[in-house]
């Protein structure tokens, strides 16, 4: 799977984009200047790098996602499962709960999501 995850500056950059795409990429860089203390061409450059990530795309000016907030951090989670725990979610739901307890209105919720996706929902 290509690598889509990214830092917290990277984080941050994508959350503006998130919050009020479409976005001009002129006021994409007023904005960063602003919020994240960024030059213009630190703005482009890592703009560039998200959309060869497939993340956001620039076409004819305007800043636009390609996958949802959602999507991508469904997408970095199972990246982070295949990667530590071997693709296993068992493994990682083992050792996520380890020495933490849940509560029962958390456990209800969790075998509802089983069960929907055993059921392809």
């Avoid at 860089?29 to 919020?35: D, G, L, M, Q, R």
Wanted: hydrophobic share 40%; net charge positive; proline share 2%.
């Amino acid at each position: 799977m290509k690598e889509i995850g990214f830092g917290a500056v990277e984080s941050r950059f994508a959350e503006i984009i998130w919050t009020r795409e479409p976005l001009n990429s002129g006021e994409l860089v007023k904005i960063c200047e602003k919020e994240l203390s960024w030059k213009k061409s630190t703005v482009y450059t890592v703009l560039k790098k998200l959309c060869v990530k497939g993340i956001f795309k620039n076409e004819s000016g305007v800043v636009t996602s390609l996958i949802s907030k959602k999507e991508f951090e469904a997408k970095q989670t199972a990246q982070f499962v295949d990667e530590a725990f071997n693709g296993s979610l068992p493994a990682f739901i083992a050792a996520f709960t380890s020495g933490k307890k849940i509560s029962e209105a958390e456990a209800a919720e969790i075998r509802a999501m089983i069960d929907a996706a055993g059921k392809g929902k």
